[in-house]
């Protein structure tokens, strides 16, 4: 049974805008934090953002601070990551994740991702 869907990815230019979401199962959207991660080829894979699940913390890696928003919306039961002024090194693939924190390793459960593609 599929819990975490990503959806939303696509291709933009340098620039622009792009929202992806989180489609979390309801029996886990308010019992644990989701955080979004990407992977790009060949690199590891990255932390981009987590927020608690009550919604009341937040953290952003420093690469995506400013430009990028999490948000738990729980009338669709999702979280999105608003991604605006999108560079070139933005590129990878796009995961959910639920119950950790700041690392990969910390995270239970995960999506199969969404492609993110930045041209420059």
């Known amino acids: 049974q599929v819990q975490l869907t990503e959806s939303g990815g696509g291709s933009v230019q340098a620039g622009g805008s792009l929202t992806v979401s989180c489609a979390v199962s309801r029996n886990m959207f308010s019992r644990y934090s989701i955080g979004w991660f990407r992977q790009a080829p060949g690199k590891d894979r990255e932390f981009v953002a987590t927020?608690?699940?009550?919604?009341?913390?937040?953290h952003y890696a420093d690469s995506v601070k400013g430009r990028f928003t999490i948000s738990r919306e729980s009338a669709k039961n999702t979280v999105d990551l608003q991604m605006n002024n999108l560079k070139a090194e933005d590129t990878a693939v796009y995961y959910c994740?639920?119950?950790?924190?700041?690392?990969?390793?910390?995270?239970?459960?995960w999506g199969q991702g969404t492609q993110v593609t930045v041209s420059s």
């Open positions: 927020i608690q699940r009550s919604g009341d913390r937040i």
């Open positions: 994740a639920a119950g950790g924190w700041l690392t990969a390793k910390s995270y239970s459960f």
